[in-house]
């Protein structure tokens, strides 16, 4: 059993604040930066690779980092988790959202079901009810194919799935691996339901509704305005209506949807994208073995989570670096900067998959800590980001550390030389050329065109986009916000902070309210 | 003459230090928190209004904040600014942004030109352009109307009108007022560009490119890819092609186009929604009269902005109270909510419009300055940022003050009743909810699910999001933006920390590159 302590009270702590920092400007100039660029780098799966040459970190932090990863036993944590302890604690779960893409330990058997066997069991009947609906042997009532699927759904069920079928819209379409477009609606504004409903051809639509526990109050409320919708238009709704939930939801075994697929308590919301969650929407609007492709990369990214060595295991180095510049160096948030468009949600996905895992001010046991602990995050793809808070990031009065990933290759296939080079290589010579930007600086006589450089930042660069790529990136992500959670004792596996703001909303819909609740209510004539 | 001082010198900077702060979760409890929804409000255009009850100022610290405004010269600096004066120092331009919607002094004559009636001859001949194209009297080369307008662009370009398209196309849709799908290109990536080809119908679409230099390199990357795929379906790209520019680039005056649109130097990128970089696209979209109302709404706002009473100028409160929580509180970050969802990149506008302003580290005289300036800004519009990153913004080891956003009726008016209420009335419901959730948290035994409270928000709440009321609601921003660099002492409106980057990315496809950026390029075989 792995021992859970407070990050302050560990060895390398103490260690880690006494050391001396790095001047990144320096280290990175001349033949010793190109060396770090060819050195910190660590292999991920699916031939990219994690590089943090531009950060502030040299071989000396890199041994105090390990030795933090050791003694607060990283390693010995993800095995109890992906073994099935009930890491979750607060809300007595287990968490498995890994055994969705791949068996990393012992079978996990629980509630006297093999979980292993649970998730793939309901993959596959994704999987056929896809293909199903593909070949139009489930039809609408007039017998014609479906061509959109509609996901109501929000947070993790939402942002995630939608960053993914973004990520792989333009892969899918050149590859003649496109089936049917997918719309999402999440937001409780009515607005939201009513663009995309005048968006699509409702009589060709596949809805799905994904809600785990079945009561989620958007969710609820935009099955109702889409069912409202059907039925205006003639339309029965348990014909366009799926559902992705629990089995012990009151949408399960309902006679409201065509058919019914499972997750359960052990994949929590905004580590869902690869169960059903994900697969529902995304199988239907790629195929089944797109999903799978996806579950494969995620699946190679999780086996290297489990190496000890942190040179090794690119999550584990991320995720201690980003602890090292929170907490040592005391940077409160992060940008995430995708040069790839198709990648415009992901820093959307990641600021929920991040924040909501690590934005908490207790430990496990319900202690305060006296550290910082998850970061905000935020991002838009570059080279559009460099067009809009670039400018804050290299000349602003606080350090941004930042997050790139790039590409050496598009997904359309499809480009254009102008002044001597295709967009990609323009694409990527603007990622290349900001990392040495931000870490090295400039001087200028004129301060106002004066950049003091050691902004620190590291790259994810990878061959193209792919299925199997995009899952593995996705992995990398949900790792390292794990380990972070792992080294700064926190549960990252519920979201006690969300419930507040529910439980006030229902008391204003009852008018059982006073003070200044009551008098923003009567602003708002509710 | 405006005196320009930094912050730390002035009077009022040292009574604020020492002025005792306000316990937000006891002054918003009970009846002192239902009398401070009821005064602590300012009216804005279009019978909006910017409500403070939940910061962290109480009359002490608003007086001090009068008196901070006062001796910052807040709106002789404004008054100085939209007479003319050169406010854009280091590149020694007038700044006039406000004039393209509105006369608010004097004339301002420039390079022998009166500016507004310049402007307003440029709105007159996009509103003409624009009605010849929706009455077909401007076509295809087969005499067919045009269905799409695709604005090319980045940047100012891009952010602010998407997010001005965005929030209006369902009240046009609504209100008849639709008339052409618009698209946005604009990041250098060739997959954006590849997105947005395969989605349009190339003979009926109208493209716009944007850039005021007519030398940005992703714009004019874009515009000959598109130029490509129109001469691949046969089509003569000067035929489809519009631009918005200045009258000294190399793109006005060219047989390219047909037909070219002005601004000049006095309007930045992040302030040009008002002028023909927001007007040709949303004039072509909704038609010239619906523009003109959103100029009417930011007119209304910039002239309620020249009130020297702070009680009565809902842009320099809200301006003085996000350097009260940056300088006085230390708060990094800003999180911009809207709880409509047709605001959904409006949050992204705002990040460039504020960031790129004031994110800078050095004042008007090329001073470094030793006060925090421009904060970060983020956000996503609720419920949908409820079920991703609130979880940090109400239990995080960070505070983050809240900018909400809500409006009393929907757009679409479109709405459903389940459990006793609309949609609308549980989006506000849950707006005003989290209000009072975040500034008075609940004590608990389980410290997990305690929330500290403290957590200071505003609100601007509005009947509905119109074209009108849009165009005050970014003049609010705008101006807001605009006295945080007054009191701050900065040019708010250059954008140096742009230009290391675009260097760098040159050397490197002229492979000018060597230690580091060599090495990057190498990776990415550049």
């Known amino acids: 059993m792995a021992n859970w302590k407070n990050f302050d009270s560990l060895n390398s702590y103490k260690k880690l604040q006494d050391c001396e920092c790095v001047e990144l400007s320096k280290v990175m100039s001349g033949s010793e930066g190109a060396e770090r660029v060819k050195n910190y780098s660590v292999p991920m799966a699916c031939g990219m690779n994690y590089n943090f040459a531009a950060k502030e970190v040299n071989d000396e932090i890199l041994g105090l980092l390990q030795e933090l990863a050791d003694e607060a036993e990283c390693i010995g944590k993800y095995e109890e988790l992906y073994n099935g302890a009930v890491i979750n604690t607060g809300e007595n779960r287990l968490v498995l959202h890994q055994l969705t893409r791949g068996q990393l330990g012992n079978d996990v058997i629980a509630d006297g079901v093999n979980k292993r066997e649970f998730y793939l069991n309901e993959q596959k009947r994704i999987a056929d009810f896809a293909n199903k609906v593909h070949s139009g042997e489930i039809s609408n009532a007039a017998g014609e194919k479906f061509t959109t699927v509609v996901q109501i759904g929000i947070g993790g069920s939402d942002l995630g799935p939608r960053a993914m079928y973004l990520a792989l819209e333009g892969w899918a379409k050149t590859n003649n691996k496109f089936k049917m477009e997918a719309q999402f609606i999440s937001n409780v504004d009515p ?26 109050l958007e969710t609820l409320t935009n099955q109702s305005f889409v069912m409202d919708a059907l039925k205006k238009e ?6 366009h209506m799926i559902a992705v939930t629990s089995e012990t939801s009151p949408l399960a075994k309902s006679d409201d949807y065509l058919e019914a697929f499972y997750m ?29 492709e996806f579950l494969d990369g995620a699946a190679d990214e999780d086996a290297l989570a489990k190496n000890k060595d942190i040179r090794k295991n690119p999550a584990l180095i991320d995720a201690l670096i980003g602890v090292y510049e929170r907490n040592m160096l005391g940077y409160p948030s992060t940008a995430v900067l995708p040069y790839s468009q198709a990648l415009s949600r992901f820093p959307a996905h990641l600021q929920q998959m991040d924040m909501e895992s690590n934005g908490k001010s207790v430990n496990r046991f319900g202690e305060a800590v006296a550290y910082p602990t998850g970061p905000i995050i935020f991002g838009e793809p570059g080279t559009n980001g460099q067009h809009s808070f670039y400018q804050l990031l290299h000349q602003g009065t606080d350090i ?20 001597g080079s295709t967009s990609q290589k323009k694409l990527n010579a603007n990622v290349v050329a900001q990392i040495v930007a931000f870490a090295c600086g400039k001087k200028d006589e004129n301060k106002n065109k004066e950049f003091d450089g050691n902004r620190p930042s590291s790259i994810i660069i990878g061959e193209k986009l792919t299925p199997k790529s995009l899952g593995a990136l996705l992995a990398h992500f949900e790792n390292k916000v794990m380990f972070q959670g792992f080294v700064w004792n926190l549960n990252s596996f519920d979201q006690e902070g969300v419930q507040l703001g529910k439980v006030l909303a229902k008391k204003v819909l009852a008018h059982e309210t006073d003070g200044a609740l009551a008098e923003f209510a009567k602003i708002f004539d509710i």
């Not at 941004?400 to 002044?419: A, R």
Request: charged fraction near 20%.
């Open 400 to 419: 941004i550390p930042l997050q790139f990933v790039g590409y050496k290759n598009s997904q359309y296939e499809n480009d254009v030389v102008s002044e």
């Open 264 to 292: 359960d308590d052990y994949i929590g919301g905004r580590y869902s994208s690869t169960s059903g969650v994900g697969g529902a929407v995304l199988s239907l609007a790629f195929g089944p073995e797109v999903f799978a």
């Open 191 to 216: 607005d939201d339901a009513s663009a995309v409903l005048k968006k699509i051809d409702l009589a060709h639509s596949l809805f799905i509704l994904v809600s785990k526990s079945g009561t989620t």
């Open 234 to 239: 003639g339309l029965d709704p348990a014909k």
